[in-house]
């Protein structure tokens, strides 16, 4: 009868260092599913933000300016602003690099281990993270650009009115286009994405505890998806105007 492998002498070395790339996976998703935890946090109260502007002009507007004197007079203007905006770009830093990270190690053990023949619904899932991750990214930029840093407003000069930023830049066809794909993409990358987290964080433990988890996941990634949608979709059909 041969020796068991796991406990061969020579094979010590080998099982340290697998142990320590596992403690290192699961620290990656560890800290991929807090920051991701975060940004769903965060885009549920800028979703509810942004339905502010069927209350009109001066609605919206007062809630932005809102935003900026959050916390006064503990706060300098804008202080609870920046306290937001550096967490958030932590939690990016943080949910990139794991990501990056953790993608690298897939690519790393699969070529060492064996050649993949047939895409399966996990391979899928992991394109739809990984590329969808990549796509919401650069929609982060671009809206950034459009609507916090450059103020971008593609019918017009730059303003400083963002109510009238988001009405004139949903009144372009194709940039609502890009923003309704924008959000399918982020209601399914957090459909996948919170289920992970919640295998991760070990909250799917019981059947009960998955089909929770699995209901709130869809839950959330509607209300996000259609709830960011309406505002451009009623600016188009006209819901929403100057
Ligand atoms: C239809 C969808 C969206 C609309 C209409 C929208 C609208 C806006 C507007 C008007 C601002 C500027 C607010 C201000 O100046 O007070 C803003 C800022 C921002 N948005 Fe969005 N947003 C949308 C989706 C998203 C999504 C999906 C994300 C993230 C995944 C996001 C992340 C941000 C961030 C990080 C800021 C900057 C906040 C700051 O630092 O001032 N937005 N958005």
């Known amino acids: 009868m041969s ?26 998703k560890i800290a991929m599913a807090s920051s991701g935890l975060v940004f769903i946090a965060f885009v549920l109260l800028h979703m509810y933000g942004n339905l502010h502007a069927f209350a009109g002009h001066d609605a919206f507007n007062e809630y932005a300016e809102h935003l900026r004197t959050l916390g006064e007079p503990m706060l300098p203007h804008t202080g609870a602003l920046w306290i937001i905006r ?33 895409r399966t619904g996990a391979t899928y899932a992991s394109l739809l993270m990984r590329w969808g991750g990549v796509t919401l990214l650069l929609f982060i930029v671009w809206h950034l650009l459009n609507f916090t840093i450059g ?24 940039l609502t286009l890009i923003y309704l794909a924008a959000m399918a993409m982020l209601g399914a990358h957090l459909h996948h994405g919170f289920w992970s987290a919640m295998q991760t964080l070990g909250w799917t433990s019981t059947a009960r505890a998955r089909n929770l988890a699995k209901a709130v996941g869809l839950t959330v990634a509607l209300i996000i998806t259609i709830g960011f949608s309406l505002v451009p979709l009623a600016v188009m059909f006209g819901a929403i105007s100057k």
């Open 3 to 28: 020796t068991p492998t796991a406990t061969h002498p020579s094979n010590q070395p080998a099982l340290v260092t697998g142990a320590r790339a596992a403690r290192t996976t699961i620290f990656l």
């Open 86 to 118: 550096i967490v958030l770009i932590a939690s990016l830093a943080v949910h990139v690099t794991s990501a990056f990270m953790l993608w690298h190690r897939a690519g790393k053990a699969r070529r060492t281990k064996y050649v993949m023949k047939k």
């Open 151 to 174: 103020k971008v407003n593609v019918t017009g000069g730059p303003t400083n009115d963002p109510y009238n930023l988001v009405v004139d830049s949903f009144s372009t066809w194709w």
